[in-house]
């Protein structure tokens, strides 16, 4: 008979196509040919099918999939696939090791003292995974991934215990979740780019709250002791905080807390102090590929440090791109950074930033940071579609 584990690894193996046009069976690129595009209908294909499918005189075409006409002219770029590439970024040799066409190597025990205790998921359990959090009280670990059921919570030794979150439209489905954060009182909070939503679910995958209040796409999210949420919207620019009564359902305030932010994602609350840190991604200039910038405010919302990726270089030996941030117990802001590979801290905010790499081997793509009850780091690796548990 087989396994719970492989009936779940195979249900996962379903999605493999999610980042692939379902007509050529290549995988989406953010230009040219490859570049997802949605049809009127729901569907979405790559340029180049869109094109072939219009024929040489472009007029008008037919979804594949569910036989709707339109034209060439009605598509649109699909958002959310295009943000997941940016987020996947060049991971282990890019897409095609996203898709699992390529091996990891095993990681490798961290310096400073921290020793990798756990690893779980990988290829077929999690499928491009895009955020993990802690249960303060649990221990359980919340990750959000693209497999057919979002969001996978695991027990403290490492079991899967829940999975829920179907991709479609009802009011408990998920369509591309962006982050994921834990309450103290216990609920999973998720960002949804495909309607640009903020979701609220129980442990037992109920749906209990869905926030929309205007986003333009928020992105990343962060619990208080409170239970209230700081959350990012990266294309409006700015900084919410939502306030709830999960179990009545209630969504009692919504209200922007900072403007003007350049494209903010990852974002995180100091549990001791209140104060927030920002991960701002900047525009490319010339060639390159962009940078990052670091914020941190005060818990009344006073900007009292930043530092962006030219600002790093001139303190540290290679170029930082922050991609998940952190704050550990003693109240320092921890990043991860995908140019080496490695997480770093940066030190609390009236020394930031110092430079004190905490894992420097073993990591391929790290895009999700959280620290446990027991002061156990955990690292979300795209790379390798793994989370990893470093301790002392």
């Known amino acids: 008979a087989r396994s719970p584990q492989a009936g779940m690894a195979a249900e996962d193996e379903a999605e493999l196509s999610l980042l692939e046009c379902r007509v050529c069976f290549e995988p989406y690129g953010p230009d040219g040919q490859r570049r997802p595009l949605n049809l009127p209908c729901g569907h979405v294909l790559c340029r180049g099918c869109v094109g072939a499918l219009a024929g040489a005189e472009r007029r008008r075409l037919e979804c594949p999939f569910c036989r709707r006409l339109c034209g060439p002219a009605e598509t649109s770029d699909c958002r959310p696939l295009l943000q997941l590439l940016e987020l996947l970024g060049p991971a282990a040799g890019g897409l095609a090791s996203a898709l699992g066409r390529s091996g990891g190597g095993a990681a490798a025990p961290a310096p400073a003292g921290l020793g990798l205790r756990l690893s779980l998921g990988g290829w077929g359990s999690l499928v491009n995974p895009t955020g993990v959090a802690a249960c303060p009280g649990s221990g359980r670990l919340a990750v959000a991934h693209d497999g057919k059921k979002r969001i996978h919570v695991f027990g403290p030794s490492g079991f899967c215990l829940q999975r829920f ?228």
């Open 165 to 392: 979150g179907e991709r479609g439209d009802a009011g408990n489905d998920i369509k591309y979740p962006l982050d994921v954060t834990v309450t103290s009182d216990g609920h999973v909070v998720v960002t949804d780019g495909g309607d640009c939503s903020v979701k609220a679910f129980d442990f037992e995958g109920r749906g209990v709250l869905a926030v929309r209040e205007g986003f333009c796409l928020p992105w990343g999210l962060d619990a208080t002791p409170k239970s209230e949420i700081i959350l990012t919207d990266t294309e409006a620019g700015a900084l919410y905080r939502l306030t709830a009564d999960f179990q009545r359902r209630e969504l009692k305030k919504c209200q922007m807390i900072r403007s003007r932010l350049v494209s903010p994602r990852a974002v995180a609350v100091c549990q001791t102090s209140g104060a927030v840190v920002v991960i701002e991604h900047l525009k490319a200039r010339g060639p390159s590929n962009g940078s990052t910038r670091v914020k941190i405010f005060s818990a009344e919302m006073d900007l009292i440090g930043q530092m962006d990726s030219f600002g790093l270089n001139l303190f540290f030996p290679s170029r930082i791109y922050a991609t998940a941030v952190a704050f550990d117990k003693e109240g320092r802001v921890v990043v991860t950074d995908v140019c080496s590979q490695a997480v770093i801290c940066l030190g609390k905010p009236e020394e930031f930033p110092i430079f004190n790499p905490l894992i420097s081997h073993g990591l391929s793509y790290p895009i999700g940071l959280t620290y446990m009850a027991n002061d156990s780091l955990v690292v979300l690796d795209s790379g390798d579609h793994s989370i990893k548990v470093y301790s002392s």
